[in-house]
């Protein structure tokens, strides 16, 4: 009986390790293998953006790791110079993951919205140490701040 017991709980220990694990890495929700639109709501954000609030986020979370200068430099992260319109993965001089270097997609406002919410989802095995952004407003002030940082800034959708 109690050996029973013992089995069962094992049994429901590893469905639940695999239903987590699974629903941690779903290949179909990665960039890979979906693509990603923008809502209308959050199209309202990015042109309601406060540049300034996207600004001292960049400096609090993202700083650390990355530049975004044009005369910058890779850092732990790669150099986000010129980003929109760039294939994930193909900067020059930095050592990507394999995840990232083969997500094969390319960053504009719904791809990077997508990964910076939750970056793991997104691109599964990334190495960049940093969870994700939960809130739409911060990521729509963030990447409003971004966009100045292309030599040609990508239009407001
Ligand atoms: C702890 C360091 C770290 C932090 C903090 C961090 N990143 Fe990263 N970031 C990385 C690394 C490392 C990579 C490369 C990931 C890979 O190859 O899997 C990366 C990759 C990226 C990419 C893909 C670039 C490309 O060329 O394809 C973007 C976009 C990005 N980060 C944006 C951000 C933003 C915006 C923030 C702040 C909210 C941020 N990151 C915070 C380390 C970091």
Redesign the pocket.
Known sequence: MQHRIAVAALIGGLTLTTSLFAGRFDPAESLANYTPELTKEFKQLLRDADVEAGAA??DR??I???DAVKEGKHG???L?WN?FG?K????EG?E??D???GSGHT?DYAT?NY??TRTDRA?P??????RG?RKDKQRAD?LAY?RQFNEQPPKLP
């Not at 994930?88 to 900067?91: H, L, V």
């Not at 095995?125 to 940093?130: K, T």
Request: hydrophobic letters at 45%; a positive charge; aromatic letters at 18%.
């Open positions: 986020y960049f979370k993202c650390n790791c990355h732990k992260g790669p986000l980003l760039n994930a993965g193909s900067k930095f990507y993951s995840a990232m270097k960053w990077l990964y910076l691109v095995g990334r190495i960049m140490n940093f952004i963030l971004l």
